[in-house]
Nanobody, 125 residues
Framework: QVQLVESGGGLVQAGGSVRLTCAAS????????TGWFRQAPGKEREFVAT????????YYADSVKGRFTISRDNAKKTVYLQMTSLKPEDTAVYYCARAKELYLTTSSPSGYRNWGQGTQVTVSS
């Protein structure tokens, strides 16, 4: 079972930056794409970004494109989400998850498994 643990969330002012970390406990994690999602109170979980196993391909939600950057360090079994120019509407619990299949880079939550417990990001105006 792949365990994923998110960290790095917190309270930040609008316009600020935060880097989230997703750490995995299983070697096979590095062979699969990884995604970041977020869920605000009363809303459905939504796609933020995904990255291929090798890190060469990334996709972003339109709402974060140009502000967020996803990256990974397979030697450390870690995926990062660098968030800049944060807005109050970025406030949510952020989750990482591993793709169900090799080479699957999708924005649908159903394409992922092994969800972490999430980390709260709160952006104050």
């Amino acid at each position: 079972q792949v365990q994923l643990v998110e960290s790095g969330g917190g309270l930040v002012q609008a316009g600020g930056s935060v880097r989230l970390t997703c750490a995995a406990s299983l070697r096979s994690f590095s062979s699969y794409p990884t995604g970041w999602f977020r869920q605000a109170p009363g809303k459905e979980r939504e796609f933020v970004a995904t990255i291929s196993s090798g890190g060469g391909t990334t996709y972003y939600a339109d709402s974060v494109k140009g502000r967020f950057t996803i990256s990974r360090d397979n030697a450390k079994k870690t995926v990062y989400l660098q968030m800049t120019s944060l807005k109050p509407e970025d406030t949510a619990v952020y989750y990482c998850a591993r793709a169900k299949e090799l080479y699957l880079t999708t924005s649908s939550p159903s394409g992922y498994r092994n969800w972490g417990q999430g980390t709260q990001v709160t952006v104050s105006s």
